[in-house]
C-alpha cells in the first residue's frame, strides 16, 4: 500500500516539458516529480567518474574519511569491484533504506519503457542482484502479458535474459535470489561475469539492453555505450536508470545535505561502510548532467534520444534507439 501511494502521488504531482537541446541531440522530454525528503535515493555505491576538472586527465578523484585523493585510471576497475565485493551481502537492503522502497519504483517504469515480449533476447549490464531481470521474466510472464501479445509457450520458451556483472559477489547474490524464485539457470535466465566496456556477446544479437545505477561505474562510459550499440540488433532499444542532477533550486539543498550528510553515515550502521557510501555521493555530482550523458548516446549511434527525470532529477531514464 506504501508504495502504490508513492506512486500515485507521483503520478499526479508528474508534469512534461520539452527542452531545448544541442543542435546535436534529439528533443529531449523532462519528466519530474514531486517527493518529500524522505525519499530520494537509491544506493549503487561507487567512485566517481573522471572530470575535466581534475589536474590529471588520466585519474579519478576518490573522496574518502582523509579527504581527496587521485586514483590512476588502470586503478578504477579493481577499487570498484572493492567496493561492491564489500556491500553485496547489504546491497537490497540499503536499496531500500536509502529510497524507502522508491527504487522499485523506479526500476518498474524501466521495464515498462523496455516493454519486454516473450522470445526477446535481453541483456541486463550490471544487473548482478537481478532486480531489473526478474521485472522483465515477470513482465514477460504475465497471464495479462500474453493475453495482449497473444503469445505462445515456445516462443515464450525461446526467451533469454543475460544478467552481466563484472562482479562474482553480486552475481551471486542474484543466482541466490534467481534459485529462491524457482528460476533455473539457463532457462530463460543466464548469469555472465563480464565488463561492460568489452563485452562478450556477439554484435547484433539482442533486442534490448538495460544498465541500471551501473553507468557511472565503468571507467570509460564512451566504451560502454558503444559496446551496448554493437550488441543490439537494429530496432533494439538501449534504456539506462541512474542517479542523475536534480533541477529543482530548493530541493537540491536539501538533497545536497542528505547525499553528504545521511547516507554514509547509514552506510556505515548498517553495512559497516562508510567510505564506499561516501564514494557514492561524488560519484553521482561528477556524473554527466541528463543533457551531456544524452549526447554521448548519441554520438555512440543511437537515435532518437530522450530522457526522463524523476523525483526532480534524482535519478533519469535515458533511452535510444538502434536504426
Not at 76 to 91: C, D, H, I, P, R
Not at 92 to 112: A, E, F, P, Q, T
Not at 279 to 291: A, D, G, M, T
Amino acid at each position: 500500500m506504501a508504495l502504490r501511494s508513492a506512486a500515485g502521488r507521483l503520478a499526479s504531482s508528474s508534469r512534461r516539458r520539452l527542452l531545448s537541446p544541442p543542435t546535436s541531440i534529439h528533443t529531449a522530454f523532462l519528466h519530474s516529480h514531486a517527493t518529500s525528503f524522505g525519499t530520494l535515493l537509491l544506493l549503487n555505491p561507487t567512485l566517481p567518474h573522471n572530470s575535466s576538472s581534475s589536474s590529471c586527465p588520466n585519474s579519478f578523484l576518490l573522496v574518502g574519511s582523509s579527504g581527496y585523493k587521485q586514483v590512476a585510471e588502470e586503478d578504477k576497475s579493481k577499487l570498484v569491484g572493492n567496493v561492491f565485493s564489500s556491500v553485496a551481502s547489504s546491497y537490497d537492503l540499503m536499496n531500500d533504506l536509502m529510497s524507502v522502497g522508491l527504487h522499485r519504483l523506479w526500476k518498474d517504469r524501466l521495464i515498462s519503457k523496455l516493454n519486454p515480449f516473450p522470445g526477446m533476447k535481453h541483456l541486463d549490464v550490471a544487473g548482478g542482484t537481478g532486480d531489473v531481470a526478474f521485472r522483465a521474466l515477470e513482465r514477460i510472464n504475465s497471464v495479462s502479458h500474453r493475453a495482449m501479445q497473444g503469445t505462445l509457450t515456445d516462443i515464450e520458451e525461446e526467451t533469454q535474459i543475460y544478467v552481466c556483472d563484472i562482479n562474482p559477489n553480486m552475481l551471486n547474490v542474484g543466482k541466490k535470489r534467481a534459485s529462491e524464485r524457482g528460476y533455473k539457470e539457463g532457462h530463460c535466465l543466464s548469469w555472465i561475469q563480464g565488463d561492460a566496456e568489452a563485452l562478450s556477446f556477439e554484435d547484433g544479437s539482442m533486442d534490448g539492453y538495460t544498465i541500471a545505477f551501473g553507468i557511472r561505474n565503468v571507467t570509460h562510459i564512451e566504451k560502454a555505450l558503444s559496446e551496448a550499440y554493437r550488441v543490439l540488433k537494429r530496432g533494439g532499444r538501449f534504456l539506462c536508470l541512474e542517479l542523475s542532477h536534480v533541477d529543482v533550486p530548493l530541493f537540491k539543498e536539501i538533497y545536497d545535505v542528505y547525499s553528504f550528510s545521511v547516507i554514509p553515515a547509514v552506510g556505515e550502521l548498517v553495512a559497516g561502510d562508510r567510505q564506499s557510501y561516501q564514494y557514492l555521493v561524488e560519484s553521482i555530482r561528477r556524473f554527466p548532467n541528463q543533457e551531456k550523458f544524452a549526447q554521448m548516446i548519441q554520438e555512440a549511434g543511437f537515435e532518437r534520444v530522450e530522457y526522463e527525470n524523476l523525483v526532480g532529477g534524482v535519478v533519469a531514464i535515458h533511452s535510444g534507439l538502434k536504426l
